[in-house]
């Protein structure tokens, strides 16, 4: 069955929605008191930020691959 299904689309989205996240995490690390070292919760507000973005990454990538199969 013969759609008009972009792969493209999802893993657009989700690429834009990790870049976002990153771009926070980075924010976030650069303005967080003490920095690395001191290890606190707002450091640990950016690893999860961070991580947020790779799984949206990840399922972008997913949905694209699961389009891509159904779409031919």
Do not use: E, K, N
């Not at 893993?11 to 008191?33: D, H, K, S, W, Y």
């Not at 707002?42 to 694209?64: D, E, K, N, Q």
């Amino acid at each position: 069955m013969a759609t008009d299904a972009d792969p493209g689309l999802p893993l657009f989205v989700g690429g834009m929605l990790a870049a976002i996240c990153l771009f926070v995490a980075g924010l976030t690390f650069v303005v967080a008191p003490g920095g690395f070292g001191d290890g606190g919760p707002v450091i640990g507000l950016a690893v999860a930020i961070a991580s947020l973005g790779g799984v949206f990454l990840a399922l972008g990538a997913v949905v694209a691959g699961i389009v891509a199969l159904r779409s031919r």
